[in-house]
Every structure is written in structure tokens, then in C-alpha cells.
């Protein structure tokens, strides 16, 4: 058994000036072409059985459900199909994508990205080998998680498995985007300006601002979370010094590997 995590940074600047006035649908098992109906349906069982295992397991220590990925689902099961004709287990074999960018291949979005992978005879005993590993609980129990993909393949006479786990990022638009931390800025009071071409210009840039509306507070950050605000941009928009915002958004930069985060600019004036 093997277990693997990786995760995004969170990236922030600000610039301070003269004060003034943001039961699934389980897809996890592809049956190879040899594979007969019973065996097909054989292997979406050991699917969904780790599926429940994993949700009890995570009841029991008063944690949330995992959400199924269909996305997860179909990166974890190409990888549990070259890991049952490999040999022995690994999380990435010659020539393979790594689990970040398998992820992201098959569709998935997400800040956090785990993987379990293991063989064994039955469901129950790999997920019980799992719980029984430091790593691989740590994995399932995390809290940092709350979506998941897993891949039965039998095969030699075992069962593959390779679970993924993640934390999924919202797909949105750049219109939507700049509208959810520009609710958030509402909350403060403060107005929010109708052109955000300012604020997508200082957003794409790595340098000073220059657009005609000077503002006095500036912030550029990336996050894959949108529910809440950077504390510095928190502690001058309740301050009561400032009237309005202008929020812009644009492609993120630097990001390593191909995790998902947001980019975005917040102008007070």
C-alpha cells in the first residue's frame, strides 16, 4: 500500500497608500474487454463498497461525506488499470503522468489532492489495511478533503484499488468570480465600481498601478477559496476609511503543477 498528498499555497500582496475614503453516480470502473457482465458487475460493487466504508469511517470520527468525482474517478481508475499490469504498486510509473496532472487531465479542479492505492482479496480488507496505515488513514480522514474517485480492477487473482481524494475548487466564470468577493466587500458598506477593467489590469500585472483612478489601498492574491477575504483587505474594508471597491479577476500565475486557485485584485477608494 501507498499513500501521497499534495497541496496549493496561498500567494498574497498588498500595497497600503494615503488613507481615504473573496448514492453517486459511481464511474469509477471501466471493465477491461475480456471482462464479462458479472465480472463488471463484481467490480462496481467493490467500488461502491469502498465508497461506503470510507463515508463510515469518516462518520465515526464525526467527519463529513465525501462527495463522489466522476472526474477523480476516471484519473484514479486509468492509473489502477497500468498498476494492475505493472507489477508491484506505485503511485507513478515510467512515462505516467503524475497524480496532479492525471487529476486535472480527466477534468478534476481541486487545492488538495491525495491518492491511496493498494492490492488485496476483497474490499473490506483493503480498506482495513488502509485504516491500519499511519498515511493512508490520515488520507481518508483528513479534513482538509471532501471529494473523492475510486478504481476497482481485478486482476492476477487480487483486486487493484486506487482511491483519490481531494478538495474540489469551484468552476466559475471571471464574471463570477469578481461577483462573489464583490458581495463579500458589500457587507463593509462599500459601493462596487461597475468597470472592473481597472482591476483586471492591476490583477494581470506584476508591477504598479497605473490606470487614471489611482486608488488608496491595493490587493492582488490567489486562493482556491472564495468564501472569505485576505485579513488585511478585511481590516480596511470594515476601517470606515473607504467609499468604494473595484473588483477584477484574471488567469492565475506561478501555480505549481495543475492546481486550481483564482487571481484577484481589489482597488478601495
Not at 52 to 81: E, F, I, K, T, Y
Not at 161 to 176: I, N, P, R
Request: contains cysteine.
Amino acid at each position: 500500500m501507498s499513500d501521497l498528498r499534495r497541496g496549493f499555497a496561498l500567494v498574497v500582496t498588498a500595497v497600503a497608500l494615503a488613507i481615504a475614503g473573496a448514492s453517486p453516480q459511481l464511474l469509477g470502473v471501466e471493465p477491461q474487454s475480456r471482462q464479462n457482465q458479472a465480472g463488471e458487475s463484481d467490480t462496481r460493487t467493490a467500488v461502491e463498497q469502498l465508497f461506503v466504508l470510507a463515508n463510515q469511517a469518516r462518520a465515526a470520527q464525526g467527519l463529513p461525506a465525501l462527495q463522489w468525482d466522476p472526474s477523480l474517478a476516471q484519473a484514479a481508475l486509468r492509473h489502477c488499470q497500468r498498476m494492475s499490469v505493472e507489477g508491484p504498486i506505485s503511485h507513478r510509473y515510467n512515462g505516467e503522468l503524475d497524480l496532479t496532472e492525471r487529476a486535472a487531465q480527466a477534468g478534476a479542479h481541486f487545492s488538495l489532492i491525495e491518492e491511496n492505492i493498494a492490492v488485496g482479496a476483497y474490499p473490506a480488507s483493503i480498506h482495513q489495511g488502509w485504516m491500519n496505515s499511519p498515511g493512508h488513514r490520515a488520507n481518508l480522514l483528513s479534513r482538509d478533503i471532501d471529494h473523492v474517485g475510486i478504481a476497482v480492477v481485478p486482476a492476477q487473482g487480487v483486486l487493484f484499488a486506487v482511491t483519490d481524494f481531494s478538495k474540489s475548487v469551484e468552476t466559475l466564470t471571471q464574471a463570477q468570480v469578481e461577483a462573489k468577493v464583490a458581495a463579500m466587500l458589500q457587507r463593509y458598506g462599500l459601493a462596487i465600481a461597475s468597470d472592473p477593467r481597472e482591476a483586471r489590469t492591476y490583477c494581470a500585472s506584476n508591477g504598479h498601478f497605473n490606470g487614471p483612478d489611482a486608488p488608496h489601498f491595493l490587493m492582488r492574491w490567489q486562493n482556491p477559496d472564495l468564501t472569505v477575504l485576505p485579513d488585511d483587505l478585511v481590516k480596511k474594508a470594515s476601517s470606515g476609511d473607504y467609499r468604494r471597491a473595484a473588483v477584477g479577476s484574471c488567469e492565475p500565475q506561478g501555480l505549481e503543477g495543475t492546481f486550481t486557485a483564482y487571481r484577484l485584485a481589489v482597488l478601495l477608494y
